[in-house]
């Protein structure tokens, strides 16, 4: 049931994320409409004449302030993942999730009332506000619940596929209840949903409760984190594998009108057959990290060689048939490194630092971030200066060169803690009669798994086996 709480939430974010796609550009249009004459916007009937599935994406002189739109999220999120990490390592992982929740439902609820630019933007940023909450504590509760590798990555790999179920379905979903039902329906939905999943979690965790947080083990620093070599080049993958995606979303419809005269269904249901190369990247690195799991690497370095010749190849495409392949080969590659590299830097927490996930996923929701703040601003610009051909070759080019750069993480599945954990404790200062606790607590550690501080497995501190990928 934790499970489905957090796929749920991260399902929500990610069709929140994308649900604008093909809804905003008409708000534009419609609001430009009503201020250069307030009669015309009753004049054509547009709802009833709209296509359900098209992208409708705005005039060249509308670009920016979409772009801005589309990025605020990311940019609010990017921001506010430093102190959300910090929080989270503080408090837990469920209240965290309860106020991402909270936050992205009242949000939602803004956006489906705005009736102008600026309430647009203001929701649109308190969307990333709650997203930087629920998205970290969710992947850093899988982390913390799921201690054994194989179960972590099935676990991390199921709420991988939910993120890209919500992300490919949410332009689809959104154009057909705005043509059909009305503006408001589509944000009221996903607000009901957001509820749903608070109820829930309200119900299973009891977030609000009266709980023991003396207990809690310290978590490494954030800017500690970042400093980290092993970390840094994870992040760093996951920064560019996600490019190619983040910069395409805003492009690709006006490079198809304008290429292969696509047709409007076309242009709506680009994405939506990659949904299914993606669920099964994930599902082939899941079983071979079980078998092989040394090779983690391996699967990530590979996944960005195949985003980078499917990013190089996608302009040669001439017909929407042929543009499936390198967007199915994208997706794919996406699936390789995300399945691959997110159980790694727990992983990575495990064996180097403290075993608690809040910051570390926080750098990988920021290493996300930076991808989908700047690719609705700076793809547009690319295409504008460059083009599209050279904007494809660039990120495959990136893409490629990168994937070296996990040699470096060949040898992780190797390490052992190179200090006990009450030594990493004391690194942060002293706790007072903390300290004594745990170490109580370590001495008594033969009565069963149960005594074990939360997110560390029951053994003896000299057995490091826990510490490597069975």
């Given at each position: ?13 990610n ?12 708000y534009?249009?419609?609001w ?37 739109l ?35 439902f ?23 506000l ?9 992947i ?67 977030p ?104 190089c ?34 992983f990575l927490?495990?064996v ?26 700076v ?24 994937a ?10 190797q ?30 550690k ?25």
């Amino acid at each position: 049931l934790l499970l489905v709480i957090v796929c749920v939430a991260l399902f929500l974010d990610n069709m929140l994320y994308m649900v604008i796609v093909p809804i905003i550009p008409d708000y534009m249009k419609r609001w430009r409409q009503t201020a250069a004459s307030p009669n015309e916007s009753d004049s054509g009937g547009a709802n009833a004449s709209r296509p359900a599935l098209r992208p409708r994406y705005p005039t060249e002189n509308e670009d920016i302030k979409v772009g801005v739109l589309f990025a605020s999220k990311a940019i609010l999120q990017l921001l506010v993942n430093p102190l959300s990490g910090t929080f989270i390592d503080r408090v837990g992982y469920d209240l965290p999730l309860l106020i991402g929740l909270t936050v992205m439902f009242l949000s939602t609820v803004i956006f489906a009332f705005a009736e102008n630019y600026a309430t647009l933007f203001v929701a649109r940023s308190l969307q990333g506000l709650g997203s930087a909450f629920a998205d970290t504590s969710g992947i850093a509760m899988i982390a913390d619940k799921y201690t054994e590798e194989p179960e972590r990555s099935r676990a991390l790999g199921v709420a991988l596929a939910f993120i890209s179920f919500g992300s490919l379905v949410a332009p689809p979903f959104g154009g057909i209840l705005y043509e059909f039902a009305g503006q408001h329906v589509p944000s009221l939905v996903l607000a009901g949903v957001s509820l749903l999943d608070g109820l829930l979690l309200l119900a299973v965790l009891r977030p609000l409760g009266d709980r023991a947080r003396d207990n809690m083990l310290v978590g490494t620093p954030i800017h500690r984190l970042m400093v980290d070599p092993y970390i840094a080049v994870v992040a760093g993958a996951l920064t560019t594998c996600n490019i190619p995606l983040a910069f395409l979303e805003p492009t690709i419809a006006t490079w198809m009108k304008k290429s292969m005269h696509a047709t409007e269904w076309q242009m709506g249901l680009t994405w939506l057959p990659a949904f299914f190369p993606h669920v099964l990247g994930v599902y082939v690195t899941v079983r071979l990290a079980a078998r092989y799991p040394h090779l983690q690497w391996f699967y990530g370095a590979l996944g960005l060689a195949i985003i980078g010749a499917s990013s190089c190849t996608l302009p040669a495409c001439r017909t929407f048939w042929q543009l499936v392949v390198p967007l199915c080969g994208i997706c794919f590659g996406i699936a390789l490194v995300d399945t691959a590299l997110l159980p790694t830097l727990a992983f990575l927490v495990d064996v180097r630092h403290t075993s608690v996930y809040g910051s570390v996923y926080a750098i990988a929701d920021i290493s996300y971030s930076v991808a989908y703040a700047l690719g609705p601003i700076v793809a547009s610009q690319i295409v504008h200066s460059l083009g599209f051909v050279q904007l494809n070759l660039g990120m495959g080019l990136a893409n490629v060169l990168y994937a070296p750069m996990l040699l470096l993480l060949r040898n992780v599945c190797q390490m052992k803690p190179s200090r006990s954990e009450r030594d990493v404790l004391l690194d942060e200062g002293p706790k007072g009669l903390y300290d004594t606790i745990k170490m109580e607590q370590r001495g008594n550690k033969g009565s069963g798994a149960d005594s074990c501080p939360r997110g560390l497995p029951a053994a003896s501190e000299d057995d490091s086996s826990d510490y490597e990928y069975s």
